[in-house]
């Protein structure tokens, strides 16, 4: 893949759009990838839009639990249509290029979504603290007011921090290269090719976005400790295996998750790292979502009873 780079003219003129470099510049390894990713991104919008749709139609999932899982596969699916079909269109084209007012859009809605998870992900925690913990108070606790002012919550923060981060980054001024090395818009590859000091907008990743990685991890870590204290009051096996059951996919969607934000943003910057947080990015921008209802379904016997229930019907 050739590499383009746009010189300022002397009159002071700017980049006006970046060219995506992609995951490889192997011109072998761009139909096998483009299969790859469409297969993927297939399965992550019929997996995502069916635990939608099977939540939206099934009145005994109308619970909190499963209102966080059908706003986690809202956010999922949206998640991965913001980059994945600009990602299949240039593993066939020899123009990858997006303007600069597109991939500063694209860089807002996957800074929005993917803030969102991650309190979606903190309030299911929540969620499952307070029924095990407290569960003669969930229905108090978790009433309808309660969990949707939460969720309107987490939607605000994720507004609020990608109007900071695209702020930030709009500030910079691009003045000659234009190839970004990532698939899509990201903070740390922009960064690179920014004229201008980029301090504030470092500073900004390490609080912002620590703030928003490290305080949900802390908040999750803590509900499952007393989780666990409680899990081991318990007498019988049977008990302990329902308990268990029931946090198993959100511990696996967790881990899944922040570990790979974490690798790829708390940590510093360089050339060879870049490339590493590339096969990061695909992790939890790609893989996560479409395991998301894999999990869901698979260790969920609510989930499973309805899907039953459903094709039953048909």
């Keep these: 893949m050739k590499l383009i780079k746009r010189m300022a003219p002397a009159n002071g003129s700017f980049v006006t759009e970046f060219i995506l470099m992609g995951l490889t510049d192997r011109p072998d390894l761009q139909l096998p990838l483009f299969f790859l990713f469409l297969i993927m991104y297939v399965v992550t919008a019929l997996g995502n839009l069916g635990l939608i749709t099977l939540i939206g139609l099934n009145s005994h999932l109308h619970t909190p639990m499963y209102f966080f899982l059908f706003n986690l596969s809202f956010i999922d699916f949206h998640y991965c249509s913001v980059f994945t079909p600009k990602m299949l269109m240039n593993f066939l084209s ?16 996957y800074c ?32 309808p007011k309660v969990f949707c002012s939460l969720m309107l919550g987490s939607y605000l923060m994720a507004f609020s921090g990608a109007m900071v981060h695209t702020g930030c980054l709009l500030r910079l001024t691009f003045c000659d290269a234009n190839a970004i090395n990532h698939y899509f818009c990201d903070i740390l590859p922009l960064l690179e090719l920014s004229c201008t000091s980029t301090y504030v907008n470092e500073l900004l990743i390490f609080t912002v976005g620590g703030i928003n990685i490290i305080v949900p991890s802390v908040t999750i870590f803590l509900s499952y400790v007393f989780i666990l204290s409680s899990i081991c009051k318990i007498r019988s096996m049977e008990g302990r295996s329902k308990v268990f059951s029931t946090c198993g996919s959100h511990i696996i969607e967790v ?13 510093p910057s360089s050339a060879g ?4 947080g590339k096969i990061s990015s695909v992790f939890y921008s790609n893989v996560v979502p479409m395991m998301n209802p894999v999990i869901y379904s698979l260790r969920n016997k609510d989930v ?8 039953g019907r048909r």
């Excluded at 020899?94 to 809605?109: D, L």
């Excluded at 881990?255 to 940590?267: H, I, V």
């Design 255 to 267: 881990s899944q998750f922040f570990g790979s934000c974490t690798f790829m943003y708390l940590k």
């Design 112 to 143: 929005f979504f993917i803030i969102s998870e991650i309190y979606v992900l903190t309030l299911m925690a929540y969620d499952r603290y307070v029924a095990i913990c407290d569960p003669l108070l969930y229905n108090t606790v978790m009433s």
């Design 273 to 276: 790292s870049m490339n590493q």
């Design 304 to 311: 499973k009873v309805a899907l039953r229930k459903s094709l």
């Design 94 to 109: 020899q123009n990858n290029a997006i303007s600069c007012r597109g991939c500063m859009t694209q860089y807002y809605f």
